[in-house]
């Protein structure tokens, strides 16, 4: 099992372009859940997919979309980039919900806005 | 916001010392977790401990939690070089999300 995958693992952009980062699951996991780390600071939450076809908006959701493509897939679209979006993207997966099961992180995306 | 916090921000051991990291949070809870966090890696999950427990073990890590204070520890015992890690404590804010804190960055030196 690959567990949890995201592409690309680093991306530079300019500010006003666009790009998707995306997250895939091989467990069979309900939900599904996009942070950013910035330095010094723990992981904010941004949108959360709790099962597949339902999104939320999370801590941060300003500048950013989503969509929950299937039960694997979880994606997130920078509509145009700000060098505020200038951070470090996890994508998670769990079972169910976080109150009764633990997150699976992948790798992460080191995005850099200039 | 952030439920959690850790404290201390930094800690700086030898190798074979135990290692205690609290954390404080405002809100009740359902259950609260521990994650490490490797430099550049993603988070790695620790321990759930739920809110009726008091005392949890894993290997060489035990957690505590205590409701009435609304705080946590996380002691590390005999501490190796690969210990070495950010450790942050999350709890269920909500139905469907988690909150981490801001977490302690752990040295840990041969």
């Known amino acids: 099992n690959a567990g949890v995958t995201q592409t690309p693992k680093f991306q530079v952009l300019k500010t006003g372009q666009s790009m998707t980062l995306q997250c895939a699951q091989d467990?069979?996991?309900?939900?599904m859940y996009w942070y950013r780390q910035d330095p010094g600071m723990g992981l904010r939450l941004i949108y959360y997919?709790?099962?597949?076809?339902?999104?939320d908006k999370g801590e941060v959701p300003n500048g950013y979309n989503v969509s929950r493509l299937n039960k694997r897939e979880f994606s997130l679209r920078l509509e145009s980039a700000a060098p505020s979006q200038t951070s470090v993207y996890f994508c998670?997966?769990?079972?169910?919900?976080?109150?009764?099961?633990?997150?699976?992180f992948g790798p992460g995306t080191r995005l850099t806005v200039t | 916001s952030q439920q959690g916090e850790e404290d201390p921000q930094a800690l700086s051991i030898q190798e074979g010392e135990n290692a205690t990291m609290n954390c404080s949070y405002k809100?009740?809870?359902?259950?609260l977790q521990w994650y490490r966090q490797n430099s550049g890696r993603g988070l790695v999950h620790l321990i759930l401990?739920?809110?009726?427990?008091r005392e949890k073990h894993s290997g060489r890590l035990r957690v505590t939690l205590d409701t009435s204070k609304k705080s946590s520890s996380l002691l590390i015992t005999a501490s190796r070089a690969a210990d070495t890690a950010s450790y942050f404590c999350?709890?269920?804010?909500?139905?469907?999300?988690?909150?981490f804190g801001k977490g302690t960055m752990l040295l840990v030196s041969p």
């Open positions: 999350a709890t269920d804010a909500g139905y469907s999300t988690l909150t």
């Open positions: 998670a997966s769990s079972e169910a919900r976080p109150a009764d099961y633990e997150q699976y």
């Open positions: 467990m069979n996991h309900n939900s």
């Open positions: 401990i739920r809110s009726n427990e």
């Open positions: 997919s709790a099962s597949e076809g339902t999104t």
């Open positions: 809100t009740s809870i359902n259950n």
